[in-house]
Every structure is written in structure tokens, then in C-alpha cells.
């Protein structure tokens, strides 16, 4: 892990920026104030010949960029830790000389724990760095932070010595500017080794803490929130939904004649992080009577490669949706389709009404009908009214009485004092994961997060 940072020296406090390590792009030292590290990585550790430790570096809270950029790093990271089976320590570090803490701080220790679940409390860990100044203690934030785990909605959130940590990152930075040719009086010598001495000692308390039996893992499949029920759905909305559109399309080719072949969906992941583009003009192509927009990927990137489109036109997708035409229908084929999308529908307003009511209390707007209403938009540009043989003016028509199905469900659940039920919400995003259509997007979901995650990791001998 590189590391850069400014020190004075001479009698005139020259200042000098000493490095250590190689050039990362994940780790930005050329803007103060910004969060140094742009994106999570994990660090793996062996520990002895039987155990590894894995040590995620997350960005930081309070970047000078604003309260944007603050959110999009907390959405970042709990999007990264989705993707493992289990947390074992949550690492919160501060500095023991604050005379208050940050409103960001707070703001974000919240919604990591509203995420996680009340359990996570069990799995809290409070590391300070640079305590030299203040004997190896918290210092001043400890009454803060005391004040803070009290306001804060989950209880009972120990901090006591057993789950609290103090370093001195000072006597690291001590190390790395010796290498680097500067030189220190002896006595600062003496207090640097003496600091370095005490923060090993420290550093293998925390890591028999993380190995002993004291902390358990904390299994995501443990993990039970509003938060993490709505991340999951937001995972399954595109699944969903093109199913569910698909579905119409061979219904609706079983309804006029007796096909021979039917509309397939074939997920495929895409070798880069992609977006689709909304205002370029989109490759289309006919599939036994409806057309159907291509997935033309533009690699993400800010001005895109691609295209002069603003960057709020693109949408990031987990995987390139094609199609295929398969043959072997038999009769039982309808009937199955329409129970099938039958209990989409029904598992789509459900969730819909889960975001109805999480509005009750925010502004936050519902990603479904968005969706939904894009996908409309998309076959409105297919109503060829003169073509016999076009069928997305029937798919249209389909797709907009489910609209206003879901839109009526939604306003009957607004008015109603109905609250969430969590555990119903759970059951069906396990049940709707389990069908073909879905499992197989969700599949390529998977495998892009794992190329992801080993993309940003690096093992450490």
C-alpha cells in the first residue's frame, strides 16, 4: 500500500513530501482533504500457516468534494461488502483529540449500522491512531463518541478496552522518513522506538481479538434491515422486470398463432465496468415480430469514450442482455408462463408497496417504476400501427396496464398504516431469486461482483 505524506524539517521547517511504495491509482495523494483511497480493496494477510485475514481499506467520510461524493463512497462500500459471506470486526477509526464529531461521522455510523443490522453491534471495533500525545488512550473523543453510540438507533454498542484499540502512526511515518534519508535527534529517536514498541503490542491484541473466540462472524445471510432488504431488490429490478417483459412477448406469440420458436433471454457479463447510453441512438434488431434494443456498452468513464452524452445519461448495467430464439414447446409451456408472470407481477408490487411505505419517511424515489417506466418508453418507439406484423404496440399495451396496476397498488398502500414486514419481504426476494430467468441474471450478477472483488485485492506475504 503506497503512503505519502508532508513533514518540516531543518530550522526553517523546509517542507518535504516523503513516499513509500509503489504508484497506486486507487490511492490519491495529490488532493488534500479528498478521501486518499478512491474505491475498497482488500488486503489478504496470512496469519501463521492455517489462517488468512482479510483487511478492507474503505474511502473516508467528510471528503472536501461535498456531501456527494460522501455518499457515493458509502454506497460503494456497502455495495462492496455485499459481496462477502461474512464480517468479522466492523473497524471504525478516529483520532482521540477531537473537540467534537463530525456530523458526517455520525451521519454514516448510522446508516452502516441501519444497513448491517442490530446484531452488527456485537462485531464493533474502535481503532485510534496517533495516540502518543494522549498516553495510548481515546483522549477527548471518548465522551463524544459515549454520546454519539447513545443517540445512536441500535443500543448496546460496547466501547470499552476490550473492542477499543490505540496506535501511533506517527512511529510509522518515523520509519518510512529514515528510509528516506531524514535524520532525528536521539531523543526523538528514543520516543518513536518506544511509540513503535507499544503499537506492535497493541497490534497483536487486535489480532488475537480478531482470531479468539471472543468474535464471532457475522453472516450475511444474518444481516436483516430495511436498508440491506431494499439493496437487494435494487439488485433484482432489471431481472425482474426483463423477465417480466419477456414473458409478455412470448405470451403474447402464444396467444396469435402457434409458434415454433420463442424469445430467450442470455445474460452475458461484460469484460468492463459498462453503461448504456439513453440519448445515443441504440442498435435495434426484430425478433419473430418484436424489435428489441441492443445493449450497446460504453465503458464508464467521465467524459464517456463513446459519446458526447452527459454522464447522467448513461446507466451503469451488471451484465449485456442478449437474446436467442428456442425451439421445443410443448403444451404446458402457456400455462406455466402465466403463472410465472403472474407471480412476478405480484412479487414486483409487493416490493413496490416496500418502497411506498420507506417514502412514508424520505423523499427517496421508488427505482421500480423508473424502470418501468423507461421500458415503456423504449417499446412507445416500436408503435409501427401500419405493420401488421409488429407486435411491440401489444407489448406496449401490456407493460402500461401493469403500470398503472402497480401505481394503484401503490397509492392503496400509502393511505393504508400497514407497516413493513421484514421477514415477508425477505422470503419473497429468496423466492423470486429461485426462478430460471432470474437465477440465470443473477448468476452473471455474481460472477461480475467475484472478477470484481478479485480485481481489487491483493495478497500480502
Known sequence: MPVSFMMTVGHHFKEKIVTFGDEDSNEDHHHPGQSVTQHCRSYIFPIGTRTKIRFIDTPGMGDTRGLIQDDINMQHILSFITNLSHLNAICILLKPNESRLNIVLRSYFDRLLKFLGENARHNIIFCFTNTRATFFAPGDTAPLLKKMILSCPIKDIPFDKSNTFC???????????????????QYQKNEYQQSWTISVTESDRLLQ?????????????????????????????????????????????????????????????????????YKCKRTRKDYIGFWIFQDDLHVIADPCSKCDCPRQHHVEIDYDLQYELSDGIDRECFSHMQSTVEQLKITIIEFGQFYANMGKSSSQSDPILFALKRMIAEEKQFGFKNDSTCLNPFLYDKLRS???????????????????????IYARI???????????????????QKTFMKKHQKELS
Not at 429468496?430 to 461480475?448: A, H, N, T, Y
Open 167 to 185: 496506535f501511533d502512526s506517527e512511529s510509522f511515518r518515523y520509519l518510512v522518513a529514515v528510509r528516506s534519508g531524514i535524520e532525528f535527534d
Open 209 to 277: 481479538y480478531f482470531c479468539g473466540s471472543t468474535l464471532k462472524p457475522y453472516l450475511q445471510n444474518e444481516w436483516r434491515s430495511i436498508e440491506h432488504a431494499q439493496f437487494r431488490i435494487s439488485q433484482l429490478i432489471r431481472p425482474m422486470l426483463e423477465t417480466t417483459r419477456n414473458l409478455f412477448r412470448n405470451l403474447l406469440l402464444l396467444e396469435r398463432d402457434q409458434p415454433t420458436r420463442l424469445i430467450k433471454l442470455c445474460p452475458m457479463a461484460p469484460r468492463r465496468s459498462s453503461a448504456v447510453c
Open 430 to 448: 429468496e423466492q423470486i431469486s429461485k426462478l430460471d430467468e432470474i437465477e440465470k441474471q443473477m448468476s452473471v450478477i455474481k460472477q461480475r
Open 402 to 424: 401493469f403500470r398503472e396496476e402497480y401505481k394503484q397498488a401503490q397509492e392503496t398502500s400509502m393511505l393504508s398504516d400497514t407497516s413493513i414486514d421484514l421477514s415477508n
